[in-house]
């Protein structure tokens, strides 16, 4: 478990031991996820993963002219990485936006980074794979991701 995730773990159990109100709470967390590392580590998630979702959009538009096999696997990858990759979107908005970010929400992106980052590396694979000539390949591997 990571350093921060500990320590998220343990701010909360002394939340639910000491039995402290709901700003009790953010006062708690709130110093945890204002570090600025898993600040920038988001942000850099966040651009990379809307990297790989362009790539992503342009693959899926060829696909759809060129009336290929791989389009429903294309589209099937497409809602895995948005799913995956909720709470950082929805936090990079808000940061563009200038709209607040609450703390439910910073922790969910903290809990969501590891496994947006990873179905983001997963997706890019996929794009590569589906630009290239390998279109049973990229079938082959996203079928066998599934089970």
């Not at 980074?113 to 990873?118: K, L």
Request: some cysteine; charged content about 20%.
């Amino acid at each position: 478990m990571g350093k921060i995730k500990k320590r998220i773990l343990a701010g909360l159990v002394a939340l639910g031991a000491v039995g402290t109100t709901v700003s009790g709470a953010n006062s708690l967390v709130w110093p945890m996820l204002m570090d600025g590392s898993v600040e920038d580590r988001a942000a850099t998630i966040f651009t990379y993963q809307n990297q790989v979702s362009s790539a992503l959009a342009q693959t899926i538009v060829d696909a759809e002219a060129e009336h290929a096999v791989i389009l429903d696997a294309l589209y099937a990858v497409e809602e895995q990485l948005n799913v995956a990759c909720a709470p950082v979107q929805e936090a990079g908005r808000r940061h563009i936006d200038d709209e607040p970010i609450g703390g439910l929400l910073q922790l969910a992106v903290l809990n969501s980074m590891e496994d947006c980052e990873a179905k983001t590396d997963e997706v890019a694979y996929y794009v590569r794979l589906a630009r290239g000539n390998s279109a049973e390949a990229f079938i082959r591997i996203f079928e066998a991701a599934l089970d």
